[in-house]
């Protein structure tokens, strides 16, 4: 069965910290990749997207994420986190044969930083 | 920047009744769709909606989901009779191609009572 799963539920950071959040699938065939951010009181954001090629992808506000195939990972990193990355982190994941568009996202992960 | 806009931004409804949830694509993008996140759970898929025609739809959109393109701009979602497990956040979003990246809207939260 498709699915995606977000290891950490609720990570906490001080500011300058570093950050990786983990994801993982389970697809049949090529897959493309996405981050979502979501916010306080805003509606999900694209952070950043693997369609092919270089697995080292970079986003917006210094984010990256590196698509590993082996591992069916597609981890987010961040060198130095802010207080205003505090949001909820949604990887999510399409793909395959007769690709109707269908996101499948993992559980979400709250990322908590503290000043 | 072009954005992809819902409304309402709340609707509460009693058990039985019919809702309309509204959404208005950006106006380039030829793929659309729902999904919803009930309260503590995952972002879910509804459907998938192309060329005036569903594309994919999950599990969750039975006979009492429907979705329409009324004219070039709207993309609606109705509920017939509304259930309390209904209750939920329901998101928009719209995309260029199939397996592009989605724009999501603000959603419209449904509390059912």
């Known amino acids: 069965a498709q699915s995606v799963s977000q290891h950490n539920h609720h990570v906490i950071l001080s500011e300058a910290a570093s950050l990786e959040l983990g994801c993982n699938y389970s697809y049949g065939g090529t897959v493309n990749l996405f981050w979502y951010v979501q916010y306080p009181g805003q509606h999900l954001q694209l952070l950043l997207k693997?369609?092919?090629?270089?697995?080292l992808v970079k986003g917006i506000k210094g984010f990256e994420a590196e698509f590993i195939k082996s591992k069916f990972s597609f981890n987010l990193r961040k060198p130095s986190v802010q207080w205003s990355d505090t949001a909820e982190y949604f990887c999510a994941v399409n793909g395959g044969s007769g690709n109707t568009g269908k996101l499948i996202f993992g559980q979400g992960t709250t990322l908590q930083v503290k000043p | 920047e072009p954005e992809v806009t819902q409304t309402p931004s709340h609707q509460v409804t009693q058990m039985g009744q019919e809702v309309i949830l509204r959404c208005v694509p950006i106006?380039?993008?030829?793929?659309f769709y729902w999904y919803r996140q009930i309260l503590g759970q995952k972002v879910e898929f509804l459907v998938s909606?192309?060329?005036?025609?569903?594309?994919?739809k999950s599990e969750i959109f039975d006979d009492q989901f429907s979705v329409e393109r009324p004219d070039g701009s709207n993309f609606t979602l109705k509920i017939r009779s509304t259930k309390l497990e209904d209750s939920a956040m329901y998101f928009c979003?719209?995309?260029?191609?199939?397996?592009?990246?989605?724009?999501f809207g603000p959603g419209t939260r449904l509390t059912v009572t």
């Open positions: 909606f192309y060329n005036n025609e569903i594309s994919e």
């Open positions: 106006s380039n993008h030829l793929y």
């Open positions: 693997y369609f092919s090629g270089d697995p």
């Open positions: 979003a719209s995309s260029t191609w199939t397996g592009r990246e989605q724009y």
